[in-house]
């Protein structure tokens, strides 16, 4: 009988299953695709020469995270690359807010756009500097983060420190607004909060932007040379060098309870597996309470709330294979990894409103990755591999272009999406559509069923706005991978600290499930001694 069990071969599943198998477990992990890696996979579908990237492509938060780096990838064969810039929003009159790898070049960036910008990006690095260890191990923690939480609460008190706290919280308009005169800095923070499914008005996104935009100045946004699958394949190594598996296509229908307890799981086809110990779930938390787990073992207030679950926006995406690079005019935006297309603040808010109001955005803020830029070996030389993503609602109330789109998905509306897009980041690279060797078209549709925690193609495992996070995270008053249920795990991006590519969320249900099983062990051994007291005691003298 298996000690483990992991439900999901995403990113966090499989970092769950190797710390797992450090501890000698055995364990494995079914997966419903018919390859591991959840939203970290590449392939050759768009053209046979290009490597592209399904859904995830830079990691930034992999870089940093110590599980990640904990794990030695290296061994198993990843290697990272990095573009020559990180990051660059261009605007159409020519001028480029860019985020290099040096600091000192980033504040020149800056200092072009408003004279002492440069400086105000300085002193934000400098915050950085004083509170990313114990921020970066607060945030890759299970919560409540103690020890890191306190050691962070004792940098951020007094005078100096509440200014700090008091930046994270604020918009990123505002946060903008309040250290830099010119757009540059403003584009920065408020592009990295959309990376999320933050406006540039809702709390705390001035401190998700400046967190991506520390990320990416410290540790760039990196990518795994030879596509994002190549991550994905050094943890199954890994994995598999220390006993585990992986199976694929192996969908799971539901967990094994009997008296409270997780003690299996029944796949699809019916094969029941058993479980000594726990089970874990890298699926998202709407999938696991009521449909994975039946409902008559889940309490009626953790149902109720999660009919209040909310997820982030879906997502569009579009794959190309490119004869040449992109003619940008701003001539700055060609050498970087990631390219931002918006034309100002206003018209990120623009954009933001248009999906609060359930509307498909006319002028679709665009988050494009060029590829081959950052890793030449995903095409020929000269040409590139890219691709692009926006946002739309994930119930579509209207479309505020001329498309008519009602997000049915059919042919005709991913097309008329795909060549919005297109359509736009012409505004920013004249000659672009001109270098399309192939494109594909990933609807939200398409993505949720080449991975079904991409529900409606949210990628974030559920909004990251505040009232979602922490302790709210998938519910509130759980915070936590334990569940209702004795020995099952969430270990999905629904759980704290949400979605990324970081593998926290493995990691903290892997290391609740062994603490669980040591504290369990350290019980049954201080009975078993007290019994042997007792028996020793009760037995005749001479």
Not at 95 to 113: G, H, I, M, N, W
Not at 344 to 349: A, I
Not at 371 to 384: I, K, L, N, V, Y
Request: glycine share 12%; hydrophobic share 40%.
């Amino acid at each position: 009988m298996l000690d483990a069990v992991v439900i999901g071969a995403g990113p966090n599943g499989l970092v769950a299953a190797n710390l797992l198998a450090d501890a000698g477990w055995s364990v494995e992990v079914l997966e419903a695709q018919s390859e591991p890696g959840g939203a970290v996979r590449s392939d050759r579908e768009v053209h046979s020469d290009y490597v592209s990237d399904l859904f995830s492509a830079f990691y930034p938060l992999a870089a940093a995270s110590p599980v990640i780096r904990g794990l030695e990838l290296q061994a198993q064969g990843l290697r990272w690359a990095h573009a020559p810039s990180v990051l660059a929003h261009p605007l159409p009159d020519g001028r480029c807010a860019v985020l290099e790898r040096s600091k000192e070049q980033t504040a020149r960036r800056l200092d072009a756009f408003a004279a002492g910008d440069g400086a105000a990006w300085s002193r934000m690095c400098s915050t950085w500097d004083r509170i990313s260890p114990d921020l970066l191990d607060a945030l890759f923690t299970p919560f409540p983060p103690v020890k890191a939480g306190a050691r962070l609460a004792l940098r951020l008190r007094g005078p100096v420190g509440l200014p700090i706290a008091r930046s994270l919280v604020l918009p990123a308009r505002r946060l903008g607004e309040e250290e830099f005169h010119g757009d540059g800095g403003r584009l920065l923070l408020a592009g990295n909060a959309l990376h999320a499914d933050l406006a540039p008005e809702t709390a705390g996104s001035g401190g998700f932007g400046w967190l991506l935009c520390m990320l990416g100045q410290h540790y760039g946004f990196p990518v795994p040379a030879g596509g994002a699958g190549s991550l994905s394949r050094a943890l199954v190594r890994r994995l598999q060098r220390r006993g585990g598996t992986v199976r694929c296509g192996r969908p799971v229908r539901d967990v094994v309870v009997r008296g409270g307890r997780a003690v299996g799981v029944r796949t699809a086809s019916g094969e029941a597996i058993p479980v000594r110990r726990c089970v874990l779930a890298d699926v998202s938390a709407p999938h696991l309470y009521g449909e994975l787990v039946d409902e008559e073992h889940l309490p009626r207030h953790l149902l109720d709330s999660m009919r209040r679950f909310q997820w982030d926006f879906a997502t569009f995406k579009i794959d190309w294979a490119l004869d040449s690079r992109i003619p940008w005019t701003a001539k700055a935006a060609a050498g970087a990894g990631t390219v931002h297309l918006s034309d100002s603040v206003d018209d990120l808010t623009r954009f933001a409103t248009q999906l609060a109001i359930g509307h498909v955005p006319d002028r679709p803020f665009t988050l494009l990755g060029q590829m081959t830029t950052a890793d030449p070996s995903r095409s020929p030389q000269g040409t590139e591999s890219a691709w692009a993503y926006t946002h739309v609602p994930q119930t579509i109330a209207g479309d505020a272009g001329e498309d008519g789109i009602t997000g049915t998905w059919d042919e005709r509306e991913q097309q008329a999406m795909a060549d919005r897009v297109e359509r736009h980041v012409e505004r920013y690279a004249p000659g672009f559509r001109m270098r399309i060797l192939a494109r594909r078209v990933l609807a939200p549709t398409t993505l949720q069923s080449l991975d079904a925690n991409l529900h409606g193609g949210a990628i974030n495992g559920g909004t990251a706005s505040l009232h979602q996070q922490l302790i709210f995270r998938p519910v509130p008053g759980t915070g936590r991978p334990e569940t209702p249920v004795r020995g099952l795990y969430l270990a999905s991006a629904s759980a704290h600290p949400g979605g990324g590519v970081h593998g926290a969320c493995g990691a903290n249900a892997a290391r609740a499930a062994l603490h669980s099983t040591a504290a369990t062990a350290r019980v049954l051994s201080s009975a078993q001694r007290l019994l042997t007291g007792r028996l020793r005691i009760q037995e005749p003298q001479g």
